[in-house]
């Protein structure tokens, strides 16, 4: 019985703690993420072991000493000042073995290199914002050149945000109000997710960027490159149509969190106190610019945030535009 | 012997009034026990709403919007309304006095004032549900709670303000009635577990909860009238809100837990009939957690913008939970080994407490480390984590004390059978429903989403799947223990063989729950 279950225990033991890959995780995307992962998989050979331990031992005391007879006596064991050193000693030490290289890895993934490439990442309620020193900006998408060092620098214009990167084993929280930063050091070229991982309302869930990891040369050109080279105007309106809009507004007349743009043009907007207006390329630019001066009836105010210093005006001409075309269609 | 027709507290004042102006902390742990059931069971029905709209992929029949409500409302009526006030005010309510040998609680009139602040509180919250409701998250983050355009936050937080209140006097009352009333002989060291569970957390509830209550009352200030403490619009400091939040949110998780590890004690030992093995241990770690549970608030906040070095520290801090838990695993199990083991419904509930709780420590040890965090922080790991450790540790936990205690409770008898069936299905369902949101979340799925990408979707579909069981589980529990309370056979005043002092007197009790002063010499798990 006792050399049965050694066996099993042993054989469980060696296969969790041979088990290097990392279980579940996503691909890693970076030097960091691999180290990370191996600490990962340290604690999670550690716990699957103990857990094991744990529950073998009570099925097995449950099984040999479960009651034959009502009246049998068990003796009075209540202390084991030795036995109780021991398992308060050895827990301590592997916790505190794990607190020491979680820590190690932190110091590493909390300070970037002096000359990371720093892009300037906005959140707002339900987009991501990304400026980089050359002017250029993004939105949704971030191109960065692999095995380059780059330093995100984090704020939000709204309410809490934070950024996510699961390949990269990081996140951030954007903070309205101050600056925060993230970095990492991609070793892969590819496509990544980045989530919003701090609750942030009703769009929540879809606040979702695109980061692209490039050679230098792709990069160098996507940053030089005029993105609306040749581009018709509705052309570029739909392009920012669906990074910034589409969380909240459907390009047909049915209503997400703010109402369908499909038929707007032209048609009367009705407001709270009564006025009404209709819908010109004045009224757009103004509703994009100020939105809550004229809140649509049925619709909270508040809600949408200013695209004022985020969009070019060629963008906001491409909007009107593009929402034009939406009621000829 | 006693039968149920001699005087007892049930049956010595009769009508819907004498139970509420009742004084007899019997009868105020049951009216405890009612409302908290109905709580939960509107908590679990938002829950199931939850669990079937992620189901699948894309939009099935909520609104993003009304997803975020749902989502809020069932954290903040389980939270509030459900664990708070679980173990402490129903089974402390019904066994404090009863295991130290006391005629009631040192302020029954207190005692029946938190039970109606308690109510007056679920009802200013539940009054938001006819507004447009809440959809802050149960966490209520600033600046995102002081600027949504849900009117219903208001109340919702004004509520948990008022039922902050309930949880303050009952943990007054507790330490009162432990320090004041224990019988002649019972010195802190002869306490049954229990009362040493209840105790911490009474200093917990005591020392937190008024922070959590001035930050609210600020909360909802700044919302009405915008003063400007937490919103950076107004020059305020949203992360001050995580702290204060936060210094009273973590120890609550252990408020939850530790009258639930000191069940845990007392049936293990009854049911093993043997002493508990390490009874200084446990109390040094009961109290360890307490105190310790103060100092690690900030490891919810590793990346929200904090000093680094606060994360080292908190993360160092945090470790220390883990010992005294770890240490408690190991005295249960002990005192297990060479016993005589009987394996009755409230053991199967204790033994699935051990099981869960020791998957809701180990992946604590996964949020404690700091640059594993980084990763699993607002993920679904983290949903799954707290769901261990609260639904396994604090709802396991209540099972088993209900059904350990419900002979002495109402002097009858549970349905064996049944009682088996429902902790299967609960112990199934529980660990069908949350273990594979570990792996969502280390997949990299964040949590309060109300949709997901593609390749989430078979773990959701699962994991609904489960949610359903552990419901089917709860009624199941729930059906028996009525059905005994209604006409169960008559249990005898000690069924069990229990050692503490309320297996001495009649089941169920009489109103002032003992007709002789009680004494004590030995420990209180000393077997003859």
Redo the contacts between chains.
């Keep these: 019985m006792f050399k049965l279950l050694f066996l099993t225990i042993i054989s469980v033991f060696a296969k969790v703690a041979y088990a290097k890959k990392s279980?579940?995780?996503?691909p890693e995307a970076s030097v960091y993420a691999h180290?990370?992962d191996k600490?990962?998989a340290f604690?999670?050979n550690?716990?699957a072991v103990?857990?094991v331990l744990?529950?073998l031992?009570?099925a097995y005391?449950?099984f040999r000493?479960?009651?034959?007879t009502a009246n049998?006596?068990?003796?009075?064991?209540?202390?084991?000042l030795k036995?109780?050193i021991i398992?308060?000693i050895i827990?301590?030490l592997i916790?505190?073995f794990?607190?020491g290289?979680?820590?190690k890895?932190?110091?590493q993934?909390?300070h970037a290199p002096a000359k990371a490439l720093e892009i300037f990442v906005e959140g707002q309620k339900w987009s991501w914002g990304f400026h980089y020193k050359s002017g250029r900006k993004s939105v949704n998408e971030v191109y960065v050149p692999v095995n380059k060092p780059v330093k995100f620098i984090i704020s939000s214009k709204?309410?809490?945000h934070?950024l996510?990167l699961?390949?990269f084993?990081?996140?951030?929280?954007a903070?309205?109000?101050?600056y925060?930063s993230l970095w990492i050091q991609p070793t892969k070229k590819g496509e990544y997710?980045i989530?919003?991982?701090?609750?942030?309302?009703?769009?929540?869930?879809?606040m979702i960027a695109k980061l692209k990891v490039v050679s230098f040369k792709d990069y160098a050109n996507w940053l030089a490159n005029d993105p609306y080279k040749e581009m018709s105007l509705s052309k570029i309106g739909k392009k920012v149509f669906n990074t910034s809009c589409a969380a909240c507004h459907n390009v047909n007349d049915t209503n997400k969190?703010g109402p369908g743009l499909g038929n707007l043009w032209n048609s009367k907007s009705i407001f709270e106190n009564g006025e009404s207006l209709v819908a010109d390329a004045t009224y757009i630019r103004d509703s994009i610019l100020n939105p809550n001066a004229k809140v649509v009836k049925g619709f909270?105010?508040?809600?949408m945030p200013t695209f004022k210093g985020q969009l070019s005006e060629q963008q906001i001409r491409g909007l009107i535009e593009y929402i034009k075309s939406l009621k000829e269609k | 012997m006693s039968n149920l027709t001699d005087k007892n507290y049930l049956n010595c004042e009769k009508g819907l009034w004498s139970w509420l102006t009742t004084l007899d902390h019997k009868r105020i742990g049951v009216m405890y026990l009612i409302s908290i059931v109905i709580f939960a069971t509107l908590g679990a029905v938002f829950s199931l709403l939850l669990r079937y709209e992620l189901f699948s992929a894309g939009k099935d029949f909520l609104t993003?919007?009304q997803y975020?409500k749902v989502m809020t409302y069932h954290g903040a009526i389980m939270t509030f309304m459900v664990l708070v006030p679980g173990i402490p005010a129903v089974l402390g309510n019904i066994l404090l006095p009863l295991q130290i040998g006391a005629k009631d609680v040192a302020f029954p009139r207190l005692n029946l004032l938190s039970w109606y602040c308690l109510m007056a509180g679920a009802l200013i919250a539940m009054i938001s549900l006819f507004t447009t409701g809440v959809?802050?998250?149960w966490?209520f983050?600033a600046?995102?709670s002081i600027?949504?355009?849900q009117s219903g936050t208001v109340f919702v937080v004004l509520g948990a303000f008022v039922m902050g209140l309930a949880s303050i006097l009952t943990g007054l009352n507790f330490i009162a009635t432990i320090h004041q009333l224990r019988a002649k002989g019972m010195t802190f060291m002869k306490m049954p577990l229990f009362v040493w569970g209840l105790y911490a957390t009474s200093i917990i509830q005591i020392v937190a909860t008024p922070v959590v209550g001035i930050t609210l009352l600020l909360l909802v200030a700044e919302r009405l009238l915008g003063v400007g403490i937490f919103d950076?619009?107004l020059g305020g400091?949203?992360?001050l809100f995580q702290h204060f939040f936060w210094f009273y949110s973590h120890p609550v998780v252990y408020l939850m837990v530790l009258p639930g590890m000191g069940v845990i004690s007392e049936v293990v030992s009854t049911f093993?009939?043997?002493?508990?093995?390490?009874?200084?241990?446990i109390v040094y770690a009961s109290v360890a957690i307490a105190g310790v549970g103060f100092l690690v608030w900030g490891h919810h906040m590793f990346?929200?913008?904090q000093s680094?070095w606060a994360?080292?520290l908190f993360?160092?801090i945090t470790?220390f939970v883990?010992?005294p838990t770890?240490?408690k695993?190991?005295n249960w199990?002990?005192t297990?080994?060479?016993?005589?083991?009987?394996?009755r419904t409230p053991l199967l509930f204790a033994?699935g407490f051990?099981?869960v709780f020791?998957?809701g420590g180990?992946?604590g040890?996964?949020l404690?480390?700091?640059?594993?965090?980084?990763?699993f922080?607002?993920?679904y790991f983290v949903v799954s984590h707290f769901h261990y450790t609260m639904v396994g540790g604090a709802v396991m936990a209540t099972f088993a004390g209900l059904f350990y205690w419900w002979p002495k409770i109402c002097g009858r008898m549970y349905h064996e059978l049944s009682g088996q069936i429902g902790f299967a299905f609960v112990f199934i369902g529980f660990n069908v429903t949350f273990f594979p949101q570990?792996?969502l979340g280390?997949?990299?799925m964040?949590?309060?989403?109300?949709?997901?990408?593609p390749e989430f979707e078979h773990l959701h579909a699962v994991s609904t799947v489960g949610s359903t069981i552990v419901n089917i589980g709860m009624v199941i529990v729930f059906v028996t223990l009525y059905r005994a309370w209604k006409n169960g056979e008559v249990a005898g005043d000690n069924p069990w063989g229990g050692t503490t002092l309320e297996w001495q007197t009649t089941s169920p009790p009489p109103h002032e729950n003992f007709t002789k002063e009680m004494e004590v010499s030995g420990?209180p798990y000393?077997?003859p």
Excluded at chain 1, 175 to 178: D, F, H, N, Q, Y
Excluded at chain 2, 272 to 281: E, P
């Design positions: 279980v579940f995780m996503p180290d990370a600490l990962y604690i999670l550690v716990s103990s857990f744990i529950v031992c009570i005391f449950g000493y479960r009651r034959k049998e006596k068990t003796p009075h064991m209540s202390h084991n036995l109780e398992w308060t827990p301590s916790f505190f794990m607190f290289w979680g820590w890895l932190w110091n993934a909390r709204d309410v809490i934070s996510f699961p390949a084993r990081k996140k951030q929280d903070v309205p109000g101050r925060t997710y989530f919003c991982a701090e609750f942030c309302g009703t769009e929540h869930s879809s969190v909270p105010k508040g809600v | 993003a919007l975020n959809d802050t998250g966490t983050y600046p995102y600027g949504s355009a950076p619009k400091d949203p992360i093993s009939k043997k002493v508990i093995f390490g009874y200084k241990a990346v929200s913008g680094d994360g080292v993360s160092f470790m883990g010992i770890a240490v695993i190991f199990m002990t297990l080994y060479k016993g005589s083991i009987e394996f033994l051990l099981f020791a998957i180990l992946t040890l996964f404690a480390t700091l640059s594993t965090d980084m990763h922080h607002d993920t570990f792996i280390a997949m990299g964040p949590r309060r989403y109300f949709d997901y990408l420990g000393d077997r």
